[in-house]
């Protein structure tokens, strides 16, 4: 059981818009620790998405973005595309456990 | 840019220990990350590991602290990762990746599949 909830699957028809929800707890998120996200295609390695909340790397897309409130954190993409489909993942720190965690992982399916 | 490169092997015996190492090119490993793991068992989720800074300092996952060392060589410019009394619980995608002081890990090596198994 993973520290921080994520949905297991969310789906979206191409074009459309879905969020993915992140819930921690007081140790982590609700502590004001920062919330990350990443994005894992099939058989690759992890891939940050988002980080420090709202922030997006050089290269990707703005139809990625970040928000966090309270004890939880959410990931919008818009205008979803075919190569969208993948796992996403959170990640935090957590002062329980002097570590990061990370959500268990939400599969999203573009129908 | 930094990449990582993990390498070791992809089977160990029950009971025996993981060894893991991950190869830094690109960039100094005496730079102000920290370097870490993470691993993925087949079909699951991400589990933190450990890290470590160059100075030597460490942190591990509580769950794993018993049986885990990070290590850094500097003048190899990588570090590695040993995982003793190895269970099939542990056969995972190991991957190193650097943290970066905001607490974001980026980039992240390919992966490496290790199988506990006899």
């Known amino acids: 059981q993973s520290v921080l909830t994520q949905p297991p699957s969310v789906s979206g028809a191409p074009g459309q818009r879905v969020t993915i929800s992140c819930t921690g707890s007081?140790?982590?998120?609700?502590?004001?620790?920062?919330v990350n996200w990443y994005q894992q295609l099939p058989g690759t390695a992890p891939k940050l998405l988002i980080y420090?909340?709202?922030n997006r790397p050089s290269g990707v897309p703005d139809r990625f973005s970040g928000s966090k409130s309270g004890t939880s954190a959410s990931l919008a993409i818009t205008g979803l595309q075919t190569e969208d489909e993948a796992d996403y993942y959170c990640?935090?720190?957590?002062?329980?456990?002097?570590?990061?965690?990370f959500g268990g992982g939400t599969k999203l399916t573009v129908l | 840019q930094v990449q990582l490169q993990e390498s070791g092997p992809g089977l160990v015996k029950p009971s025996g220990t993981l060894s893991l190492t991950c190869a830094v090119s690109?960039?100094?490993?005496?730079?102000?990350?920290?370097w870490s793991w993470v691993r993925q068992p087949p079909g699951m989720g991400l589990e933190w590991i450990g890290e470590?800074?160059?100075?030597?300092?460490?942190n591990y996952n509580p769950s794993l602290k018993s049986r885990v060392t990070i290590s850094i060589d500097k003048s190899k410019n990588q570090f590695s990762l040993k995982l003793s009394s190895v269970t099939a619980a542990d056969t995972a995608v190991y991957y190193c990746?650097?943290?970066w002081g905001g607490g974001w890990f980026d980039p992240w090596g390919q992966g490496t599949l290790v199988t506990v198994s006899s």
């Open positions: 420090v909340n709202i």
């Open positions: 990640q935090s720190y957590d002062s329980s456990l002097s570590g990061s965690v």
């Open positions: 470590i800074y160059h100075s030597g300092s460490t």
């Open positions: 690109g960039g100094s490993i005496s730079s102000s990350n920290w």
């Open positions: 007081s140790s982590n998120i609700g502590a004001g620790y920062d």
């Open positions: 990746a650097s943290l």
